[in-house]
Nanobody, 128 residues
Framework: QVQLVESGGGLVQAGGSLRLSCAAS????????MGWFRQAPGKEREFVAS????????SYADSVTGRFTISRDNAKNTVVLQMNSLKPEDTAVYYC?????????????????????WGQGTQVTVSS
């Protein structure tokens, strides 16, 4: 019983904001890196943002740096992606991902292959 459930997606005007949340259950991910990825129709899944297990390190794709902020609350087993100044190019299904259990390096991984658990995704649509 391991689940990652995203919420907070929706339709927003360009320049607006959305806050995506990922709630984990069945396992505590406080010792794992967490990340957000997105996939638009016909495109490969791409890295958006990640945060190390302690929250001490974060990483962002160049396309979202300065606009998106990732954070986590290990006590609540959640990770949040605050998205500001949204652009139509941000339109995609956003997926929450969790790394393998018991990570020892405090690294905000960017490679999708380093994440073992994935949510079902939440749609984000940014209109122009």
């Amino acid at each position: 019983q391991v689940q990652l459930v995203e919420s907070g997606g929706g339709l927003v005007q360009a320049g607006g904001s959305l806050r995506l949340s990922c709630a984990a259950s069945g396992r505590t991910f406080s010792s794992s890196a967490m990340g957000w990825f997105r996939q638009a129709p016909g495109k490969e899944r791409e890295f958006v943002a990640s945060i190390s297990w302690s929250g001490g390190s974060t990483s962002y794709a160049d396309s979202v740096t300065g606009r998106f902020t990732i954070s986590r609350d290990n006590a609540k087993n959640t990770v949040v992606l605050q998205m500001n100044s949204l652009k139509p190019e941000d339109t995609a299904v956003y997926y929450c991902a969790a790394g393998r259990l018991k990570e020892y390096l405090d690294v905000a991984y960017r490679a999708p292959g380093l994440y073992a658990y994935w949510g079902q995704g939440t749609q984000v649509t940014v209109s122009s």
